[in-house]
């Protein structure tokens, strides 16, 4: 795994890039350098202070799963527990298996949390607002891009072993 530091531009592109995406009230604090961990070509896990972030593409940043406090920030999905072994499968998030909703729109960030638990277990992006998608009986939802045990999830695990 490839370990480097942003530049002071970079850095401040990628949190301008955060600002925008990111739920208004999370307040970002000024970054000076960002510690960058390629996880694969174009993929890559973002460290800084107590923050952590899931860079997918130029303009997709999720929180990482690992990060509760930040977690809290976005609208959440419940879903039973017949749909947790699919969605840490990497499966999009279907209306069916879908038992409560937070307000979002189409194209917000939205965790996925499991229903016996509570425990985030997805994050990905709303292919659907929240009004549309609970009044349809099926389709799909939430496009799963993050999710427990992922290869993100599990080179974090190696990163924080070794630091």
């Known amino acids: ?10 850095s401040y592109r990628l949190t301008e890039a955060i600002k925008k995406k ?6 970002l604090p000024k970054v000076k350098t960002i510690k960058v961990y390629e996880v694969e070509q ?7 202070d107590n923050i952590t972030a899931i860079q997918i593409s130029d303009n997709i940043i999720l929180p990482f799963l690992g990060e509760s406090h930040l977690l809290r ?6 879903v039973d527990m017949g749909a947790v072994k699919f969605i840490c499968n990497g499966a999009k998030i279907l209306r069916p ?8 729109g189409a194209g917000d960030i939205v965790t996925v ?10 994050a990905g992006i709303a292919i659907q607002d929240s009004e549309t998608a609970s009044r349809n ?3 799909y939802v939430i496009d799963n891009l993050h999710y427990i045990s992922d290869k993100f999830w599990e080179a974090y695990k190696e990163i924080d072993n070794k630091f």
């Open 1 to 10: 795994m490839k370990i480097s530091l942003l530049s002071k531009s970079e």
């Open 22 to 27: 990111w739920p208004s009230q999370f307040i």
């Open 42 to 48: 174009g993929k890559r896990i973002l460290k800084y």
């Open 73 to 78: 920030y976005f609208p959440c999905v419940v």
């Open 97 to 104: 298996g879908i038992t409560k909703f937070d307000s979002f």
């Open 113 to 122: 949390k499991d229903l016996n638990f509570s425990k985030t277990i997805a």
């Open 137 to 139: 009986p099926k389709g």
